[in-house]
């Protein structure tokens, strides 16, 4: 019994590189669904390009349309394409930076004294991490 193996080497190459490309991390966002008053509050479990797996006691069904609010990226359109208990996976409409959502913003004053630079006003810039 052959349990979803790739059939093909190029889908063989292609489930390894969309491993590849995901980001691990635990961060929330806000979800909206296609028709649906209202946000919902999600778990981001891992991040690609392409799309995320969420996590969110919210009934949803495979092809709905959702618009997921990303941090440091903004509101982005995409479909659900698999649904499990709990958990579902999202693909986006288009491509996103998963090391933007990661990026945190730092203000001058998350900065310690020694690197402040006095008198200096200007837009929050981004932590390298």
Same mark, same amino acid.
């Given at each position: 019994?052959? =349990?979803?193996? $790739?059939? /093909?080497?190029?889908?063989?190459?292609?489930?390894?590189?969309? =491993? #590849?490309?995901?980001?691990? +991390?635990?961060? !929330? #966002?806000? %979800?909206? +669904? &296609?028709?649906?008053?209202?946000? /919902?509050?999600?778990?981001?479990?891992?991040? =690609? $390009?392409?799309?995320?797996?969420?996590? #969110? %006691?919210?009934?949803?069904?495979?092809?709905?349309?959702?618009?997921?609010?990303?941090?440091?990226?903004? $509101?982005?359109? &995409?479909?659900?394409?698999?649904? &499990?208990?709990?958990?579902?996976?999202?693909?986006?409409?288009?491509?996103?930076?998963?090391? #933007?959502?990661?990026?945190?913003?730092? =203000?001058?004053?998350? *900065?310690?004294?020694? *690197?402040? !630079?006095? &008198?200096?006003?200007?837009?929050?810039?981004?932590?390298?991490?």
């Amino acid at each position: 019994m052959d =349990s979803q193996r $790739p059939a /093909t080497l190029d889908e063989e190459v292609a489930a390894l590189s969309r =491993s #590849a490309d995901r980001d691990s +991390l635990f961060m !929330q #966002a806000e %979800m909206a +669904l &296609g028709g649906r008053p209202g946000r /919902t509050t999600v778990r981001v479990r891992n991040l =690609s $390009p392409g799309g995320m797996l969420a996590e #969110a %006691m919210v009934a949803v069904e495979q092809g709905a349309a959702v618009e997921v609010d990303l941090r440091n990226i903004g $509101p982005v359109a &995409g479909r659900v394409i698999w649904v &499990g208990e709990g958990k579902f996976g999202i693909a986006f409409d288009r491509l996103v930076d998963p090391r #933007a959502v990661r990026r945190q913003l730092v =203000s001058g004053s998350d *900065l310690p004294p020694h *690197l402040r !630079q006095r &008198g200096a006003v200007g837009d929050p810039f981004h932590r390298r991490r």
